[in-house]
Nanobody
């Protein structure tokens, strides 16, 4: 059974940092793009960041550019999201996803993790 397991969420004050991790259960994910999405209460799930299978290209939504960094370690079958200078508006459940590079920025992933809560207090 394919699994994506996120970790690293929590409560942090504005201006603080967190690093999210997403471990995958299959080495085959090293052939796919991976991304992070988030969903705040009452809002639709939105794209945050994505990375191609070999880490050669990264994509970010405008609101996190310069603050968040996505990376991956295919030897560990894990993708990371480093989040700096966190703001209250970053509060959401964060989900990792696996998909084809051509649509990794859309919320049509092949596989989703269960999500991890990030709460930023003001």
């Amino acid at each position: 059974q394919v699994q994506l397991v996120e970790s690293g969420g929590g409560l942090v004050q504005a201006g603080g940092s967190l690093r999210l991790s997403c471990a995958t259960s299959s080495r085959t994910f090293s052939s796919y793009a991976m991304g992070w999405f988030r969903q705040a209460p009452g809002k639709e799930r939105e794209f945050v960041a994505a990375i191609t299978w070999n880490g050669g290209r990264t994509y970010y939504t405008d609101s996190v550019k310069g603050r968040f960094t996505i990376s991956r370690d295919n030897a560990k079958s894990t993708v990371y999201l480093r989040m700096n200078s966190l703001k209250p508006e970053d509060t959401a459940v964060y989900y990792c996803a696996v998909d084809y590079e051509s649509r990794i920025t859309s919320a049509q992933a092949l596989y989703w993790g269960q999500g991890t809560q990030v709460t930023v207090s003001s």
